[in-house]
């Protein structure tokens, strides 16, 4: 009986106590089910909103950046367009993933692909940090840069991906397009300089916005799926006027002249006169977008003004035309004009009684001074360059275009010099601008830079090129009349461009320019110049127009700049179909040869040495042995130019008659002559005797003309 009534108390203590687990785990029950239900209904637990919590954990958003619109010629050529680029950088935590393993082996290897030694990396890989980068050696670097260093198969060697703008044709109208910088926390590319500055907001993109989920353990899902939560948006693309093939011979041209004239500037512009499209630009010094060596950010072409000398003749002549006061075949006298108590000559002194049509071709400065003082006031001719544009912008979506100057209305010395082109300030796409007025019966056609805008979101043509006409300053009869006296420039025996810028099979017109440099407080500088031309062929149907201008080049003058302007042009003319004739070698224009080095060489193998590179001996003193030569060793020189060489201290003075100012100089400088100049061109007259023997107190006086014919191997030159 006692142990049934034992049994029987375990058995009413057991089912008490499963009796009370059934009562707790139904609580724990009810309570878990709650908290179920609480979370579902509320989505938050202990005051946390678990949705927020999920997607902080595990939900990615990235940015998606809008491409920057692409920069296209005429034709559709890219100029500068928006690449994928990557930056170089070394994972060294090794909670981040898989690190550098050996600092020595990976900096060898690295140093064979990017711009960094061996001992530069291994210095970069031992750094106290999680991550390093490369610096601007490891930054832009090219889909195929990014794929020798994965070949590589580095431990912890890692890529992000940027964008990169990218011009196809290194320096090619650089101050014209511009260039951008990235902002490396942004990845967007603002634009810094040219249109690219300028069209920025049109350029740029709109960033789009995604969202995809990572795993558990934080890592992105190969195959992820993407939520587009806001569209990215591309930027504008804008086809511009310029053509590739002519900008490309205008760099080449330029390059030339840069090299041999070694001018302190060169601009020059091509444009289509009917339609005022620019076709190329350009300026030296110049620069690569890609590495941005950059040594003036202006670009000359609309910002940087300057007195531009005798191509303003074209319009005070128009003016007077104009007004119906002209009288082509009268004659007057030139030489010099006593203006407000100052002296202002024709740069060769004098040629005498001659027409004022004959004053154009040769471009006197008396001629313009009659005209202003007889003819029509300087008032009125200051009204008419106002007309043509002088002294306002031109408008091209170009950063920081000047409006030039006008002289003010007190200063009369001014006005009457500013129908020469001194005394006041213009830019090289207002002189595009104001010659369509004498190519297009008298009308104005405003230079333009871009063809048309697409919208590759909606592919949709936002703008179209239609010709855009400005005022009209003169009437057809006198856009005719001015631009026949330009033919005369180039196709009169006395015209001032006959030598330096006629065509080779294409009839043409132009002016010359020869301005003095301003020197502040001390007048102008004496012997430095802006050398500058502007013409157009053919002349029945003009399709091409342009302008140059060269300051201040060591040597050469209008022949260098003629050089230039002549290649440009015949190859352009070519090329689009104004003549079918073979295309014209840059080698016709620029025969070059290379100084031998010369020094304590025999006289007789010297010469020989010279003559033997194309150029011409002139042989300085009587001794056996050079001891001094210009110019010197290696320089690159013209086809037939002097080359001088010193045997003695002694010498006898040689006949300058024919010779160039240039060679001149360079002979003053190798031996110390003392000279003194009068007048521009070639030498027609010297003060001493040739065949006197040269003494330290010994000073001559050459006298030059523009009008004298030079011999055989003298350069050309004209005003």
Request: hydrophobic share 35%.
């Amino acid at each position: 009986m006692k142990k049934k009534k034992q049994r029987q108390q375990l058995n009413n203590t057991g089912r008490k106590l499963i009796f009370g687990m059934m009562i707790t785990s139904g609580i724990l029950f009810v309570y878990v089910a709650g908290c179920f239900i609480k979370i579902a209904v509320t989505g938050e637990t202990r005051g946390m909103d678990l949705y927020e919590y999920a997607l902080e954990k595990y939900l990615v958003e990235d940015v998606v950046t809008g491409r920057r619109g692409t920069l296209y010629d005429r034709d559709g050529n890219a100029l500068a367009e928006q690449l994928t680029s990557y930056t170089l950088y070394a994972n060294l935590y090794r909670e981040y993933g898989d690190v550098v393993e050996n600092i020595e082996e990976t900096a060898e290897k690295l140093s064979t692909v990017i711009d960094l030694t061996k001992e530069e990396i291994v210095d970069v890989l031992s750094r106290e940090a999680r991550q390093v980068e490369f610096g601007n050696a490891g930054r832009q670097l090219t889909y195929l840069q990014k794929e020798k260093i994965e070949n590589l198969k580095l431990s912890g060697i890692k890529f992000r991906q940027n964008n990169k703008r990218f011009y196809p044709n290194g320096v090619f109208a650089s101050h014209t397009l511009g260039y951008t910088k990235l902002d490396e926390e942004t990845g967007t590319l603002t634009g810094e300089m040219g249109l690219e500055l300028s069209l920025n907001d049109y350029l740029t993109g709109t960033d789009g916005l995604v969202q995809y989920i990572k795993d558990k353990k934080g890592y992105l899902q190969p195959n992820k799926t993407e939520y587009v939560i806001e569209q990215a948006k591309d930027g504008y693309d804008f086809y511009l006027t310029l053509d590739a093939t002519i900008q490309t011979f205008l760099e080449e041209a330029m390059d030339k002249v840069w090299e041999q004239a070694n001018p302190s500037s060169l601009v020059a512009v091509v444009a289509n006169p009917k339609t005022g499209e620019i076709l190329a630009m350009g300026n030296r010094s110049s620069f690569d977008p890609n590495i941005r060596d950059i040594e003036g950010y202006n670009n000359p072409v609309v910002s940087e003004p300057f007195e531009p000398g005798s191509t303003m003749k074209i319009y005070t002549y128009a003016a007077v035309i104009n007004e119906g006061k002209y009288s082509g075949g009268q004659l007057f006298e030139s030489g010099s004009r006593l203006v407000n108590g100052s002296t202002i000559r024709d740069y060769n002194t004098t040629w005498g009684t001659i027409s004022y049509d004959e004053g154009f071709y040769r471009s006197s400065n008396t001629a313009i001074i009659d005209m202003l003082t007889h003819w029509i006031t300087p008032d009125e001719n200051i009204e008419y360059l106002k007309k043509f544009g002088f002294g306002s912008q031109v408008g091209l979506p170009l950063p920081l275009e000047s409006a030039g100057t006008l002289p003010s209305q007190r200063d009369s010395m001014q006005k009457i010099t500013a129908g020469f082109g001194q005394g006041m300030l213009t830019t090289p796409i207002q002189h595009i601008q104001a010659i369509t007025a004498i190519l297009n019966e008298g009308q104005i056609v405003k230079p333009q830079l871009i063809s048309k805008v697409y919208d590759l979101n909606t592919e949709k043509e936002l703008y179209q090129f239609t010709r855009e006409l400005g005022e009209k300053p003169i009437t057809a009869e006198t856009a005719e009349q001015v631009k026949q006296l330009m033919v005369g420039v180039t196709e009169k025996e006395t015209g001032s461009g006959r030598i330096a810028y006629s065509l080779n099979g294409f009839t043409s017109g132009g002016k010359t320019g020869t301005a003095q440099i301003a020197d502040g407080a001390n007048g102008y500088l004496a012997n430095d110049y802006v050398y500058s031309y502007i013409g157009f062929a053919p002349v029945d149907d003009p399709n091409l127009v342009m302008y140059v201008a060269m300051n201040q080049p060591e040597t050469g003058g209008h022949d260098q700049l003629g050089s230039l302007y002549r290649f440009v042009m015949q190859n352009s003319l070519i090329y689009l179909g104004a003549e079918k004739t073979p295309m014209v070698d840059i080698s016709d224009f620029y025969q070059n040869s290379t100084v031998p080095q010369l020094m304590n060489e025999p006289v007789e193998t010297a010469v020989e040495k010279i003559e033997q590179a194309n150029l011409t001996p002139v042989v300085i003193g009587s001794g056996t042995q050079t001891f001094a030569q210009s110019p010197k060793a290696a320089s690159i020189v013209s086809a037939s130019s002097k080359v001088f060489i010193q045997t003695s201290k002694e010498y006898e003075l040689p006949d300058f008659i024919g010779w160039t100012k240039d060679e001149v100089v360079q002979f003053a400088m190798l031996t110390g002559l003392e000279v003194d100049y009068e007048g521009e061109g070639y030498i027609i007259d010297q003060s001493v005797a040739a065949g006197e023997m040269v003494t330290d107190s010994l000073k001559v006086t050459l006298t030059l003309s523009k009008d004298a014919k030079p011999s055989m191997d003298s350069s050309n030159s004209s005003e």
